[in-house]
């Protein structure tokens, strides 16, 4: 036997992405209230899991509640409009177990950037004050490479 339903849905809906997709510019990383600037910043993302995303019957998996997180933390992290970034480490504290068949809601919330680091917090909720589980992360923009190495890379690889 299978605790899965068979419905074939770990998804019964794409996730919505709520977001202020404004950039957080140079100014705003200069600025003496750069704490408040960054705090004003809400991210929310609303998931609807399937009955076939479970650990348990009925429960969903705590691989797909990860997932979640990350991809809700990413969207955050491209709402600052600092180009790619990559989950440096997520951390996640399951609290209770989430039902499936019910949309629920990420908060995220911007902690602190420090350079190329943008390190996030969220709360996975049923958006009426029932926490299920909750998350800190930090993510990384990549070194930019030097152009000049960049276009020698080019020529020694042969391409134009």
Known sequence: ???ASGDGLILKDMPRVYAPF???TD???QAEDKAERLAKREVKCVWHFG?????HPLTVHGGCIAM??????GHAFMSLGRGPGYTAFIHINYKVPLPTGNPTLIDI???KVEGRKVYMKGNLSD???RIFSDATCLFVQPRQADPMEQAQAKVDSGAS
């Open 27 to 29: 100014e705003d990383m």
């Open 1 to 3: 036997a299978t605790s």
């Open 51 to 55: 009955d076939d995303g479970v650990g």
């Open 22 to 24: 404004t950039k957080f």
């Open 127 to 129: 958006g009426k004050g």
């Open 109 to 111: 919330e911007f902690e």
């Open 68 to 73: 979640a997180f990350d991809e809700s933390f």
